[in-house]
């Protein structure tokens, strides 16, 4: 049987939805009538997280594939880069293909600007974390730009007047897996498909109610949660500091002898293997109860030893 471990998440109310006090009081009453504990909670300000770069650190890869990194330089499938260049019109090539900071320098676009032509085109996902689509202004020949979303994202939560409140969840898998926690509590990604009675569906159904001044959509869909053990323990020691401590399930790793390096690479979303199948820690963990999850990394941990 699986060690009994605790599930622990992080969930933050994002800055377009923390002002407002009728928020937050549903997210608590939700959390806690679905059977999730408030281990701590706090408020961060925007000035506090621009410097300590915790939205570039929370959205590691997206952040990176935005900023830094020459999309050209990443493995894209054939498959994918015929699908970006069908739905743009532009082909995958020098001089084409550009990350959302040099679009902006490109093409001379606010962070806000950039976004707006974002949401206007078509995107497609070429892998985790990476996403592409056809930037297209007046005056600029048109860009396949990737993760064009991300700069307008990061400036909502680094504006001086920002703010985001954080919870630190802990709840039991016997009496809320993870899954329901998701599904149930937080809602869907998407507002529109969020199921009745979960947070996200609440705001989007009755935006005027909880005082938000525009209907929620994809981005601004006014909760975060970790979509696994794993995620939760790296938010938690991004948001937090480790003022709260390492998870139970950190601490469990430990104890099963998982190398310190090796913790690492799986709290960075590294490279896993379980049942023959290879992909990012978290994609592999995403919606696995806790005692699942550890006894999934030890016995990948076991077959590369």
């Given at each position: 049987?699986?060690?009994?471990?605790?599930?622990?998440?992080?969930?933050?109310?994002?800055?377009?939805?923390?002002?407002?006090?009728?928020?937050?009081?549903?997210?608590?009453?939700?959390?806690?009538?679905?059977?999730?504990?408030?281990?701590?909670?706090?408020?961060?300000?925007?000035?506090?997280?621009?410097?300590?770069?915790?939205?570039?650190?929370?959205?590691?890869?997206?952040?990176?594939?935005?900023?830094?990194?020459?999309?050209?330089?990443?493995?894209?499938?054939?498959?994918?880069?015929?699908?970006?260049?069908?739905?743009?019109?532009?082909?995958?090539?020098?001089?084409?293909?550009?990350?959302?900071?040099?679009?902006?320098?490109?093409?001379?676009?606010?962070?806000?600007?950039?976004?707006?032509?974002?949401?206007?085109?078509?995107?497609?996902?070429?892998?985790?974390?990476?996403?592409?689509?056809?930037?297209?202004?007046?005056?600029?020949p048109p860009r396949i730009t990737v993760n064009g979303f991300f700069p307008r994202l990061r400036e909502r939560f680094v504006?001086?007047?920002?703010?985001?409140?954080?919870?630190d969840v802990r709840f039991s898998p016997a009496r809320l897996p993870w899954r329901e926690f998701r599904r149930d509590a937080?809602?869907?990604?998407?507002?529109?498909?969020?199921?009745?009675?979960?947070?996200?569906?609440?705001?989007?159904?009755?935006?005027?109610?909880?005082?938000?001044?525009?209907?929620?959509?994809?981005?601004?869909?006014?909760?975060?949660?970790?979509?696994?053990?794993?995620?939760?323990?790296?938010?938690?020691?991004?948001?937090?500091?480790?003022?709260?401590?390492?998870?139970?399930?950190?601490?469990?790793?430990r104890q099963g002898e998982v190398p310190e390096g090796r913790i690492r690479e799986l709290l960075d979303n590294g490279p896993?293997?379980?049942?023959?199948?290879?992909?990012?820690?978290?994609?592999?963990?995403?919606?696995?109860?806790?005692?699942?999850?550890?006894?999934?990394?030890?016995?990948?941990?076991?077959?590369?030893?």
């Amino acid at each position: 049987m699986p060690p009994t471990l605790d599930n622990q998440a992080l969930v933050f109310i994002k800055p377009h939805a923390a002002g407002s006090p009728a928020v937050a009081r549903f997210v608590r009453e939700t959390l806690e009538r679905r059977g999730a504990h408030i281990a701590a909670e706090g408020c961060l300000d925007g000035e506090t997280i621009r410097r300590r770069g915790i939205i570039e650190n929370h959205y590691a890869a997206i952040a990176a594939f935005a900023l830094q990194r020459d999309p050209l330089d990443v493995p894209v499938s054939a498959e994918k880069r015929a699908a970006i260049e069908a739905a743009a019109g532009v082909p995958w090539a020098p001089g084409s293909v550009l990350h959302a900071a040099a679009c902006q320098e490109a093409m001379g676009l606010s962070a806000a600007e950039l976004n707006t032509a974002w949401e206007r085109s078509r995107y497609v996902k070429l892998a985790p974390g990476l996403y592409a689509a056809k930037i297209q202004v007046p005056g600029h020949p048109p860009r396949i730009t990737v993760n064009g979303f991300f700069p307008r994202l990061r400036e909502r939560f680094v504006l001086p007047d920002a703010r985001v409140l954080w919870y630190d969840v802990r709840f039991s898998p016997a009496r809320l897996p993870w899954r329901e926690f998701r599904r149930d509590a937080v809602g869907a990604t998407n507002p529109a498909e969020a199921a009745p009675g979960s947070i996200r569906e609440a705001l989007f159904r009755e935006p005027d109610r909880f005082g938000l001044p525009e209907k929620p959509t994809v981005q601004l869909n006014g909760v975060h949660a970790s979509a696994g053990p794993l995620e939760g323990a790296r938010e938690r020691r991004i948001w937090l500091e480790n003022r709260a401590g390492d998870s139970e399930l950190v601490a469990a790793l430990r104890q099963g002898e998982v190398p310190e390096g090796r913790i690492r690479e799986l709290l960075d979303n590294g490279p896993m293997t379980w049942k023959g199948v290879t992909a990012p820690a978290f994609d592999l963990l995403e919606d696995v109860d806790a005692p699942v999850a550890l006894e999934r990394i030890l016995e990948a941990c076991r077959a590369t030893a």
